[in-house]
């Protein structure tokens, strides 16, 4: 009876032990998985912070544009562990989505035409080259679908999934894929996906959280490189206007042509950097002197590079001939031809001749030109007829453009104005005038040409509260000794 006693109690202890040595088996399985998982979190921790940290160092180098997007694609794949991936971002348009980076083992994320589906069969590059090339709209297939959702999907069997139409399904293979949006704020920026085989790798819950976060560090970083890039481009343009507005400045007169018996001043204020007015003066073989007044409808680029076809054109053709209507004849047949259909150009070209003073002048549609007589004390309005260039290519121009000859005398002041004096505006949208002109230029004539050019600006500056208009403002003025 011990004896069986003994025996149970010794089978007992085994089967305890035996118990106790499975349970500690078991808990040391679990630490160590707990162990591996907590590494495996760690490890991709660890990588998301080098992805983080090589995006941050990009953009703050300023690298390009493509480099960046291979890097977010690359990085993803490197952190998700997965083989493939595709970055598409949003087209200018708001319509498309382009492919900016495709990685070389990613499968089609869109749908495939018949030709390159076969094509792609036997051919490789030519599947790569499609896919890297083709926009997908963004209301349409898989990627539009998760750019419209805007949330992240976890796809475990990509050639099942009923968004993608067309053929070359079986070029996906096992494949199980995570998408997500990329947007910043109010932003939406494009969709990035990473790719693997289902024998190379299955997402895992945890990952499906690790790649959200991806995408949204993602989509941060990238509209901070798409502003870093706006901001150089703008930067790079506006140092380039800057050039181009000190080649304006060069082209104008520098200083008044000396011509006896006659005082000069002439000003040109670009309401922007670069500016559609533009004044000179043209010393002419016999000793006259045109003087040219004209301004480019529009503004900016366009408008400054007609200004200086403009003066390049009117310095040729003014010594062809001494008539003020055949020189604007002459630059309106040039230019016609190179000037767009919604642009045309006002113009005013006078010829003074220094022996006996007399002057003549063909207006081309521009403002008016005023005379204050000393005698009087009078503001006069010079009335001529005239087409603006680039309206016609000629036969009308020339038929209503004429030449109008007319005298000053001692005291007498000639202002040549573009419309950005007299259509300047205020506050309350009212417009500074021919009657605000009249006054200012009665009361500023008697003190010289360079006063009624400072005094009339400073009128117009007054009378807008400070706020430039936005329109260019040139002034020409003559007056006789």
């Not at 603006?388 to 005398?409: C, P, S, Y």
Request: net charge negative; with cysteine.
């Amino acid at each position: 009876m011990n004896t069986l006693l003994i025996v149970i109690l010794c089978l007992a202890l085994v089967a305890v032990i035996t118990l106790l040595v499975r349970v500690s088996m078991q808990k040391n399985e679990a630490i160590d998985r707990l162990l591996k998982e907590e590494q495996a979190i760690v490890e991709e921790e660890r990588r998301m912070f080098c992805y983080l940290h090589d995006l941050g160092e990009a953009i703050a180098r300023e690298d390009s544009q493509s480099a960046v997007y291979r890097l977010i694609v690359e990085g993803a794949m490197r952190v998700m562990e997965s083989e493939g991936g595709a970055l598409y971002l949003l087209d200018n348009a708001g319509r498309s989505l382009v492919p900016r980076y495709h990685s070389d083992q990613c499968v089609p994320l869109v749908a495939l035409p018949e030709r390159i589906a076969s094509m792609a069969r036997s051919n490789r590059p030519s599947l790569l080259s499609f896919l890297r090339l083709h926009a997908v709209n963004v209301s349409e297939g898989l990627l539009g679908g998760i750019f419209q959702t805007q949330k992240v999907e976890v796809i475990n069997r990509l050639k099942e999934d009923t968004r993608l139409t067309g053929h070359g399904a079986d070029l996906r293979g096992e494949t199980t894929v995570m998408i997500g949006p990329l947007s910043s704020g109010t932003r939406q920026l494009g969709v990035l996906a990473v790719t693997s085989t289902a024998e190379g790798r299955v997402f895992t819950p945890n990952d499906y959280e690790v790649f959200r976060s991806l995408v949204e560090q993602s989509a941060f970083a990238l509209a901070n490189a798409m502003a870093h890039q706006e901001a150089a481009e703008k930067k790079q343009i506006e140092i380039e206007l800057r050039s181009a507005s000190d080649i304006q400045r060069i082209l104008l007169p520098a200083q008044p042509p000396g011509i006896s018996g006659l005082t000069i001043a002439g000003k040109n204020i670009p309401a922007r950097v670069l500016s559609g007015d533009y004044f000179d003066y043209i010393p002419l073989e016999d000793g006259s002197l045109g003087v040219v007044i004209a301004d480019v409808s529009g503004k900016g680029t366009a408008a400054a590079i007609i200004t200086a076809m403009c003066r390049s054109a009117m310095r040729f053709s003014a010594q062809m001939t001494n008539v003020p209507s055949a020189t604007l004849a002459a630059v309106n047949r040039q230019l016609y031809p190179d000037i767009r259909e919604d642009m045309f150009i006002t113009m005013i070209y006078l010829i003074v001749s220094p022996h006996d003073g007399r002057m003549r002048l063909a207006r081309a549609g521009h403002t008016r030109p005023l005379i204050w007589r000393k005698k009087t004390g009078m503001v006069e309005t010079l009335n001529s007829g005239g087409l603006a260039v680039g309206i016609d290519k000629g036969n009308v121009f020339e038929r209503v453009t004429k030449d109008l000859d007319f005298q000053l005398d001692h005291g007498d002041t000639l202002l040549l104005y573009t419309d950005g004096v007299n259509e300047a505006t205020d506050a309350q949208g009212e417009e500074f005038g021919e009657q605000r002109l009249h006054t200012t230029l009665t009361r500023l004539a008697p003190q010289g040409p360079q006063s009624v050019v400072d005094g009339l600006i400073q009128e117009v500056d007054n009378f807008c509260g400070g706020r430039r208009g936005h329109d260019d403002i040139t002034l020409v003025v003559i007056q006789k000794n």
